[in-house]
């Protein structure tokens, strides 16, 4: 199973943060939720700091492009196999300095992935 940090994550069920982080936890990943308010989705508590994670196979960020370069440091020294942009979270930059850390970069949605076996 691949640890995947949800970058993005909320406790509000409107969001497709938190449907990710019910379905990541339910197809047996191993869920980081990182937040920018406290809370608890799927029984974790959403983390509000840059919590240390060993071990990331994959981002899946639901943070828009324009908060994003506050993330490219973190994002990048987790040194993840991979970063999925969801819809709406495409940015050309990050992209670019992923691939040049050696990190998979696909524009995809991380909700479609799983109900098709493709994550």
């Given amino acids: 199973m691949k640890k995947t940090l949800v970058l993005g994550a909320s406790d509000n069920p409107a969001r497709y943060s938190y449907r990710a982080v019910h379905q990541l936890k339910s197809h047996g990943h191993e869920v980081v939720p ?7 989705v799927a029984g974790l508590p959403i983390e509000t700091e840059r ?3 060993a071990d ?6 639901y ?3 324009q908060n ?4 490219y440091d973190y994002i990048l020294d987790l040194q993840p196999k991979r970063i999925i942009f969801n819809p709406g979270t495409e940015n050309p930059e990050l992209e ?5 850390h050696g990190i ?5 949605c991380t909700l479609v992935m799983l109900s098709v076996g493709q994550y």
């Fill in 63 to 65: 943070v828009g492009p």
């Fill in 56 to 61: 990331v196979d994959t981002v899946t960020l």
């Fill in 96 to 100: 670019r300095l992923a691939r040049q």
């Fill in 104 to 108: 998979e970069t696909e524009e995809a």
């Fill in 51 to 53: 919590p240390a994670a």
């Fill in 34 to 40: 990182v937040g920018i308010r406290k809370g608890q």
């Fill in 68 to 71: 994003q370069p506050a993330w």
